[in-house]
């Protein structure tokens, strides 16, 4: 409609935008130094978006916000439910998470100066719910046996079909998916780490609500997905909170406990690196047993009055007070109860027997593993060393640990500045082979075992690295 102006405008010098066989847009003048594209991670609980410069593979800006979902339900499994209720509430879920996405659209317009409209190209990556629902197709099998998505293939569709607020004829691609619980997140990662062209042996875990693990050795692939529940990310703990502005974030215990917060103001819960910090230095005190019983003060050998006295009953079994009263922001203590305690088992339960099996499948022990990459923002934050304590990692020399941060985005960000990353995301998630751990007796059988605490014995090989603190604005 607007093609006469457009020409007329700069005596008829115009910059055309294609992709594939299609055109985008049409500019007047030479624009050509102007290409921008935007990287999705859509995340259960957190959407983040950056804002790409094409023509240099260069990131201008990163915005997140929480996922609108989120009113829907906490989790995967609570939003499939409501969404199998009818098309009426798929369509509510879908536009929720299209008005997170254009929340960032412009928050990213504003903090770089670039217009919306600019911006000709989106990839989205995500678990597999995340992707049917910011399609707006049915997850609902994908929550039942045999958990069988609606699709795998990577997907295209334009801006306006999706209502996303950029170029209306913007090519948006959601990339591919493994399987019902291991999604175009976890291509993503394995995309930007390039670990399928490693001749050594790696884990990855990305660990969330849903752990997704991977294993390569020598260009086979083995994925699978754990339900760690949300402990991992502050809920479901009595004093769990996300990693915000008042979240104990780090602890540690000698005479008595020394604490940082994040934003450095007084505390107001605990977000899980502060927890797993938590739990670690009470299994090497020895106030928490192998089995996760946390001990009373008396049965424990040499402890200082100032650590026993934080331990009395509470409602639940014993309770372990972190933060006084005088000292937090809601006035009251700040306690680590034995429900919390279990909780935490469970998910780092169900995190080492998935991987017990991936290194089982491909005949790896422990001391055979050469890399380990944690994934996604948590894995930025976890102290590596508490980590292995509490028997979340196998214990392995710490320089062999190594966070990438948020990966997903990465492999987001190469597909958008690459066709050939692009055919190989494609290519990765077909070589990947799932296992579905549901039902598998050995995997019943590790999880049991895994839910409870190792022996506590401190791996030493380069130990002294895992007592570097990053603040969270220089982590990852």
Request: one cysteine or more; proline letters at 4%.
């Amino acid at each position: 409609v607007d093609l006469p102006e457009i020409l007329r405008k700069q005596d008829h010098g115009v910059t055309i935008t294609r992709w594939q066989d299609r055109i985008v847009a049409i500019e007047s003048g030479d624009t050509t130094e102007e290409l921008y594209g935007m990287a999705v991670d859509i995340g259960t609980t957190t959407v983040v978006g950056s804002l790409m410069d094409l023509h240099r593979g260069k990131e201008i800006a990163v915005a997140a916000r929480l996922n609108g979902q989120a009113a829907y339900g906490a989790d995967v499994i609570s939003r499939v439910e409501y969404a199998s209720n009818g098309t009426s509430q798929r369509r509510r879920l879908q536009q929720a998470l299209v008005d997170t996405v254009n929340g960032i659209v412009a928050e990213l317009e504003e903090k770089s100066g670039i217009a919306a409209h600019q911006i000709c190209r989106v990839i989205f990556v995500g678990n597999t719910c995340m992707q049917h629902l910011a399609l707006g197709v049915s997850p609902t099998y994908i929550a039942r046996s045999p958990y069988t998505p609606a699709f795998s293939h990577r997907i295209d569709v334009t801006a306006a079909q999706l209502g996303v607020a950029v170029h209306p004829e913007a090519p948006v691609t959601f990339l591919p998916n493994v399987a019902g619980f291991v999604g175009a997140d976890t291509v993503g990662v394995v995309l930007a780490t390039d670990i399928a062209n490693q001749p050594h042996r790696v884990l990855v875990i990305d660990i969330g609500t849903n752990g997704e693990l991977v294993m390569s050795h020598g260009g086979r692939m083995v994925a699978c997905s754990t339900a760690a529940g949300p402990a991992f990310e502050g809920t479901q703990i009595t004093w769990g909170m996300r990693a915000g502005e008042g979240a104990i974030e780090f602890v540690e215990i000698d005479d008595d406990v020394q604490i940082q917060v994040i934003a450095g103001t007084r505390p107001r819960g605990m977000c899980g690196s502060g927890l797993i910090d938590l739990v670690a230095e009470l299994l090497r005190l020895g106030i928490i047993d192998e089995t996760g019983r946390l001990r009373e003060g008396a049965e424990v050998h040499d402890l200082p009055m100032q650590l026993s006295s934080r331990i009395h009953s509470g409602e639940t079994g014993n309770e372990f007070v972190v933060a006084w009263a005088n000292e937090t922001a809601e006035g009251s203590d700040i306690v680590l109860t034995q429900r919390d305690i279990r909780e935490l088992q469970l998910a780092k339960g169900a995190i080492r027997a998935g991987t017990m099996i991936l290194q089982q499948l491909l005949g790896v022990d422990d001391a055979d593993i050469d890399e380990l990459l944690l994934a996604g923002a948590f894995g930025n934050y976890i102290r590596k060393e508490s980590a292995m304590v509490m028997g979340l990692l196998p214990r392995i020399p710490l320089h062999k640990v190594r966070s990438v941060g948020n990966a997903a985005r990465v492999g987001a960000r190469l597909c958008l500045i690459s066709q050939a990353s692009l055919e190989e995301a494609s290519r990765l998630a077909s070589a990947m082979n799932y296992v579905e751990l549901s039902g598998r007796p050995d995997f019943q059988k590790a999880f049991m075992e895994s839910m409870l605490f190792p022996p506590f014995a401190l791996n030493s090989q380069d130990s002294t690295e895992s007592n570097k603190k990053l603040p969270r604005d220089q982590a990852g």
